[in-house]
């Protein structure tokens, strides 16, 4: 297997935490024109930001939780040439609950809704971190 497949999932991550970026620009934009933020507050105080703004920079907060150990194990199986259909599996079914906990969380950020996918992507995680430890070990 092309053991450079695995950077697809890698750059999907990466895209949805720049996705986020933009959104939370977005978000600060609209709060400034609307005047819905006082500014000296907001510079030395994330809370002082409206809701909608909080949430989304809470949320790209998360990207850089998980995703690192994501990242890691990533180029762990790609140095080790443990890339197989398994591993990319897993990497590309992380990355979907990544997103879709990103929709809820800059959305209803219902935690009864996020909390599961959270834990299914740990989940996920988990069961990558297994993959690669069981490749690392029979190379």
């Known amino acids: 297997?092309?053991?450079?497949?695995?950077?697809?999932?890698?750059?999907?991550?990466?895209?949805?935490?720049?996705?986020?970026?933009?959104?939370?620009?977005?978000?600060k934009a609209g709060a400034v024109k609307s005047r819905a933020v006082n500014m000296r507050e907001?510079?030395?105080?994330?809370?002082?930001?409206?809701?909608?703004?909080?949430?989304?920079?809470?949320?790209?907060?998360?990207?850089?939780?998980?995703?690192?150990?994501?990242?890691?194990?990533?180029?762990m199986l790609h140095a080790i040439d443990g890339v197989s259909l398994p591993a990319l599996l897993l990497a590309w079914l992380?990355?979907?609950?990544?997103?879709?906990?990103?929709?809820?969380?800059i959305g209803s950020n219902q935690l009864s809704r996020r909390m599961p996918v959270f834990v299914l992507g740990t989940g996920v995680l988990l069961a990558l971190l297994g993959l690669s430890a069981w490749q690392l070990a029979a190379s």
């Open 42 to 75: 907001a510079a030395l105080d994330n809370r002082a930001w409206p809701e909608p703004v909080v949430k989304v920079s809470n949320n790209l907060a998360n990207q850089f939780e998980s995703p690192v150990l994501f990242y890691a194990l990533c180029l």
């Open 1 to 27: 297997m092309n053991a450079a497949l695995i950077f697809w999932p890698v750059l999907a991550q990466i895209a949805l935490t720049l996705a986020i970026y933009i959104v939370l620009a977005r978000r």
């Open 94 to 105: 992380y990355v979907a609950l990544r997103v879709v906990h990103a929709g809820i969380h």
